[in-house]
C-alpha cells in the first residue's frame, strides 16, 4: 500500500502560480511512477502530468505544457507540481497518484494509489 498526502491548494486570481506537493509513504519512492490528475465539477477526471520511475521521463497533458512541472524530491518522498500562469480553466480538485508500471501511462488506470485531492481555485 501506499499513502500519499496532497497539500498546497487554494485560491488565486488568473495568471498566479501555486505548488502542490504530494508526499508518499508506505513503498520505495524511487520506484513509483508518480503522476497529477484533476477533475472539475460534472467532469471526468483528467491527467496532467506524470514522471516515471524507470526512465525519469516527465509528460503533460497539452492544455499544461510550458506551464506546469512535475518534480520529486527523493529525500522528501515527495512530488512537486508547480503550476505557473494559471487560468480560470485550470480550476479543479488535483489529485496525486502512484502506480509501479512503469513507463506511467495516462489513464487513471494506469495508477494503483491515490490521495484525497486538494482544490484549487483560479479566478479571473
Known amino acids: 500500500q501506499v499513502q500519499l498526502v496532497e497539500s498546497g491548494g487554494g485560491s488565486v486570481q488568473a495568471g498566479g502560480s501555486l505548488r502542490l506537493s504530494c508526499v508518499a509513504s508506505?513503498?520505495?519512492?524511487?520506484?513509483?511512477?508518480m503522476g497529477w490528475f484533476r477533475q472539475a465539477p460534472e467532469k471526468e477526471r483528467e491527467f496532467v502530468a506524470a514522471?516515471?520511475?524507470?526512465?525519469?521521463?516527465?509528460t503533460y497533458a497539452e492544455s499544461v505544457k510550458g506551464r506546469f512541472t512535475i518534480s520529486r524530491e527523493i529525500g522528501k518522498n515527495t512530488v512537486y507540481l508547480q503550476m505557473n500562469s494559471l487560468k480560470p480553466e485550470d480550476t479543479a480538485v488535483y489529485y496525486c497518484a502512484a502506480g509501479t508500471k512503469s513507463p506511467a501511462g495516462d489513464s487513471p488506470r494506469d495508477f494503483d494509489f491515490w490521495g484525497q485531492g486538494t482544490q484549487v481555485t483560479v479566478s479571473s
Open positions: 508506505g513503498r520505495p519512492f524511487r520506484r513509483l511512477n
Open positions: 514522471r516515471s520511475w524507470g526512465t525519469g521521463l516527465t
